[in-house]
T-cell receptor, first 111, second 116 residues
Framework: TQLLEQSPQFLSIQEGENLTVYCNSSSVFSSLQWYRQEPGEGPVLLVTVVTGGEVKKLKRLTFQFGDARKDSSLHITAAQPGDTGLYLCAGARSSSYKLIFGSGTRLLVRP | GAVVSQHPSRVICKSGTSVKIECRSLDFQATTMFWYRQFPKQSLMLMATSNEGSKATYEQGVEKDKFLINHASLTLSTLTVTSAHPEDSSFYIC????????????FGPGTRLTVL
């Protein structure tokens, strides 16, 4: 059973389009992280959100943590081919340092 | 940012042999390291939590006698895949928790294991 469900699983869009990736769970997390991973490499941390309702921006990327700290979203504005990769959300519980990874969203941005 | 290295980056071995993978935190001390495996086009699955100076904690379904973990120092954890079989072929990734940065984990570049 995947505790963190991401949608969509795969997204292929044209350069310049906007997109949103969702990360949903029935569990509450003390923090949630978003990573991007390229083939053959380890995940790279994009952002950590901690407070319910928190919104963080990283250039064209906007991250939001749900009010109840059970879900999160990643919105990319004007996607570029360099945004292509596997996007992973990961939740941490206050009782443990373990990260629970979402199922992943594979993004392809076509030039 | 913090750097975590893994060695080797890729290894090919024969079925039945053992393979050791090293994970090092290069510029911080990591009391806790984590080992993940990732199959093609899938997400990361946590295998075990490695604590410096104590036994590793394994996730359900992970055989501790097959995946030996040693965390002998604050900067090094090793994963040994014993008696490897083709089904053990996977991408193994470690992460190290920076105790000075709360829940932040820094990931290594991964090790591609192929068992023939």
């Amino acid at each position: 059973t995947q505790l963190l469900e991401q949608s969509p699983q795969f997204l292929s869009i044209q350069e310049g389009e906007n997109l949103t990736v969702y990360c949903n769970s029935s569990s509450v997390f003390s923090s949630l992280q978003w990573y991007r991973q390229e083939p053959g490499e380890g995940p790279v941390l994009l952002v950590t959100v901690v407070t319910g309702g928190e919104v963080k921006k990283l250039k064209r990327l906007t991250f939001q943590f749900g009010d109840a700290r059970k879900d999160s979203s990643l919105h990319i504005t004007a996607a570029q081919p360099g945004d292509t990769g596997l996007y992973l959300c990961a939740g941490a519980r206050s009782s443990s340092y373990k990260l629970i990874f979402g199922s992943g969203t594979r993004l392809l941005v076509r030039p | 940012g913090a750097v975590v290295s893994q060695h080797p980056s890729r290894v090919i071995c024969k079925s039945g042999t053992s393979v050791k993978i090293e994970c090092r935190s290069l510029d911080f001390q990591a009391t806790t390291m984590f080992w993940y495996r990732q199959f093609p086009k899938q997400s990361l699955m946590l295998m075990a939590t490695s604590n410096e100076g104590s036994k590793a904690t394994y996730e359900q379904g992970v055989e501790k006698d097959k995946f030996l973990i040693n965390h002998a120092s604050l900067t090094l954890s090793t994963l040994t895949v014993t008696s490897a079989h083709p089904e053990d072929s996977s991408f193994y990734i470690c992460s190290a928790r920076d105790g000075q940065a709360a829940d932040t984990q820094y990931f290594g570049p991964g090790t591609r294991l192929t068992v023939l």
